[in-house]
């Protein structure tokens, strides 16, 4: 889905797209941290979809080809490419898949 659709979607259900602020409120759950889960990129295993060691491991299982190999994580969740809606942990105000897994559309891109 393009953040064009996602938009009209909205629209058309009297909705909208969060503010980058307000997705960043929302993804941080009231944490100080760097990240929402802690202060090291090891404490989001088991909470986040992301190009990590296990997409890195099973690249012939993705559909299309991956190149950007930018944000490689040393974690691993089990997933090649996307996962089922909350099959990993929710922030602490109870939100699944707010980092990774699909694209995070804001309003103003």
Known sequence: MSWQQASEFCG????????EAEWEYAARA???????????????DGYVNVSDAYLHEHQGEVPYPIT????????????????????????AFGLYDMIGNVMEWCDGY
Do not use: C, W
């Open 30 to 44: 009231g944490t100080t941290t760097p990240f929402f889960t802690g202060a090291t990129v090891g404490t989001m």
């Open 12 to 19: 058309r259900n009297h909705l909208a797209l969060p503010t």
């Open 68 to 91: 950007n190999f930018s944000f490689q994580l040393e974690i691993h969740d089990g997933s090649a490419t996307t996962a089922p809606v909350a099959s990993y942990k929710p922030n």
